[in-house]
C-alpha cells in the first residue's frame, strides 16, 4: 500500500491563482480531511470527508473547497489564492470517522503565495 | 468544540535527562488522545495514544498519563537521545461520538543538547 499520498510537494502560486491539491489513499478508507499547518498554531482542519459523496466544513473552511466523488481521492481547491493561504497542507484518512486511532498522514504540500 | 493548550512552546534538555510536555483540553467529552511526533520537513507520525479509561500508558522510553478530572494528560520521554529532538503535538477527540477532527495544541520544539 502507498498509504496517503499528496502532490504536489511544493508549489508556488500568485494572489489570485487558483488551484487544486491532491490526495489520495489506497487504504480504503471512509474518512479523509485535510489539515492546514502554520508555525506556531498547529494543525487546524480545514474540511473533511466520512464517505464518497459526504463533505463538512471544519475549523478553517473559508478560501477553500472540496469534493468527495470516490472513496480514494479528496481533492482540496483552492478557489482564489491570497497570501494567507500560505502553508503547509497535510491530508489525513482513517477507516472510519469513530476510529480515530488509525488516522495516517500525507507527506504534505508546501504551498506559497506571493 | 473542543479546545487544547500545550505547554511550553519549547524544551530543551540535556542529552539523557527527562522531557515533559503537557496538555491541558476543555472538553470533558473527549476520550482519545494521541500525541504526534513531527520531524522537520516530515508528517506528524503517531508515536502514542491513550483512552480516557487508561490513566498510564507507556513504551519504552516514552509514556503518557491521564487526568481526566482536571482535563490534562502529557507526553514523558526518559532517557533523551538526540534523534527525540523534533516538534511534539498533543490532541483530542471524542471518538466514536460523532466529533470529526483531532484538536491539535500548538507543538513543542524539543531540542535534546548534546
Known amino acids: 500500500n502507498a498509504g496517503v499520498t499528496q502532490t504536489p510537494k511544493f508549489q508556488v502560486l500568485k494572489t489570485g491563482q487558483s488551484m487544486t491539491l491532491q490526495c489520495a489513499q489506497d487504504?480504503?478508507?471512509?474518512?479523509m480531511s485535510w489539515y492546514r499547518q502554520d508555525p506556531g498554531m498547529g494543525l487546524r482542519l480545514i474540511h473533511y470527508s466520512v464517505g464518497a459523496g459526504i463533505t463538512d466544513q471544519g475549523e478553517v473552511p473559508n478560501g477553500y473547497n472540496v469534493s468527495r466523488s470516490t472513496t480514494e481521492d479528496f481533492p482540496l481547491r483552492l478557489l482564489s489564492a491570497a497570501p494567507s493561504q500560505t502553508s503547509v497542507y497535510f491530508c489525513?484518512?482513517?477507516?472510519?470517522?469513530?476510529?480515530?486511532?488509525?488516522?495516517?498522514f500525507g507527506p504534505g504540500t508546501r504551498l506559497t503565495v506571493t | 468544540g473542543e479546545n487544547v493548550e500545550q505547554h511550553p512552546s519549547t524544551l530543551s534538555v540535556q542529552e539523557g535527562d527527562s522531557a515533559v510536555i503537557k496538555c491541558t483540553y476543555s472538553?470533558?467529552?473527549?476520550?482519545?488522545f494521541p500525541w504526534y511526533k513531527q520531524e522537520l520537513g516530515k508528517r506528524p507520525q503517531l508515536i502514542i495514544d491513550?483512552?480516557?479509561?487508561?490513566g498510564e500508558k507507556k513504551d519504552q522510553r516514552i509514556a503518557v498519563t491521564l487526568n481526566k478530572t482536571a482535563k490534562h494528560f502529557s507526553l514523558h520521554i526518559t532517557e533523551t537521545q538526540p534523534e527525540d529532538s523534533a516538534v511534539y503535538f498533543c490532541a483530542a477527540i471524542i471518538s466514536g461520538g460523532g466529533a470529526d477532527g483531532l484538536t491539535f495544541g500548538k507543538g513543542t520544539h524539543l531540542i535534546i543538547q548534546p
Open positions: 487504504m480504503n478508507h471512509e474518512y
Open positions: 472538553d470533558s467529552a473527549s476520550n482519545y
Open positions: 491513550i483512552r480516557s479509561n487508561v
Open positions: 489525513a484518512s482513517r477507516l472510519h470517522r469513530d476510529r480515530a486511532y488509525e488516522q495516517y
